[in-house]
């Protein structure tokens, strides 16, 4: 079906259609039909198997792709990768290969190539230690070609990294971001900086929230108000030791301050000789009575606040009602004279109808 033979149809010569390939259809097999000219019902078919001789068209490569690495403490003369080639062609005397550095660069400062003589060779290192801060990749083409007719070469490039290793040999790294590391910190130590900077900011921004928490607006700001009696306490163990006694008649009346600037919560050293005022029950406004003893006591430093209570009930020959206590009263009822009730107006009438008169102690 391909029709890549064809056959002479008077001498049965076969020849070829189409080119040929060894390597991909080694064996042809054909069936050729032979037939009289004059007799057509006599005719016979035979098989025809065709082998394809192999010719070298092919050159040899790589067997595999290598990845290959040399330590950055590696030594001189140091076996860091063995490569073997592969050839599609089967010549008869089997397969020859050899190993041989590129002409345009005939001798490599740092690889040197070495023909096993067995169809491989060896990659050596040709200098003391490798660094990936200058040089992190090499590459070292080799030229192979084998020994049939005709020659048949290629140059294959190999691709050497240059990697960290422990003391055998073992490599560790050879990625970028370990190449940026070697020149500075390690991954640990920088991951370990991370954490301590993202603790450091978590604790500062706590530190704010609870300060922000906490602060309160003081009531006083200036030292010098004169509201004097609210003070603020920054150390422990405050007292009334430490300040002016509370003194809610500052707040109240301003002007006392001015006028009296004892303290008011102990006694003053000096003694002073208590006023008695003339009494003043004629003619005078109860409110303002409580107004003049209120100023008298706010200029008196012996006397307390006067924001405390205070009772003026004193007896004395100044109510002209005289006393109403029952312990200086006459125990004798007889000895009673209610006769002044009458004269204490309508609002005393029922007292008066009741203890003025004869009738009354008759009822």
Known sequence: MDRIFSIHSENGSIFTLKP????????????????????????????????????????PEFAMYYETFVCENAKPGQLIQTVSVMDKDDPPRGHKFFFEPVPEFPLNPNFTIVDNKDNTAGIMTRKDGYSRNKMSTYLLPILIFDNDYPIQ??????????????????????????????????TGALIAILLCVVILLVLVVLFAALKRQRKKEPLII???????????????????EDTQAFDIGTLRNPEAREDSKFRRDVMPETIFQI??????????????????????????????????????????????????????SPTVDCNQDYGYLSDWGPRFKKLADMYGGDDSDRD
């Not at 390597?23 to 042809?28: C, I, K, L, Q, R």
């Not at 200036?222 to 009334?240: A, H, L, P």
């Open 222 to 240: 200036s030292k010098d108000d004169v509201r004097d009696n609210i003070v603020t306490y920054n150390d422990e163990g405050g007292g009334e």
């Open 275 to 328: 006023r008695r005022t003339v009494p003043l029950w004629e003619n005078i406004d109860v409110q303002d009575f409580i107004h003049r003893r209120l100023k008298e006591n706010d200029s008196d430093p012996s006397a307390p606040p006067y924001d405390s209570l205070a009772t003026y009930a004193y007896e004395g020959n100044d109510s002209i009602a005289d006393s109403l206590s029952s312990l200086e």
């Open 20 to 59: 040929l390939d060894r390597e991909s259809t080694p064996w042809h097999n054909i069936t050729i039909t032979a037939t009289e000219i004059n007799n057509s019902k006599q005719s016979s078919r035979i098989p025809v198997f065709i082998r394809i001789l192999d010719i070298n068209d092919h050159a």
């Open 153 to 186: 070469s290629s140059t294959g490039t190999l691709t050497i990294r240059v990697c960290a290793c422990d003391n055998q040999g073992n490599m560790q790294s050879c990625n970028a971001e370990a190449l940026v590391l070697s020149a500075g910190l390690s």
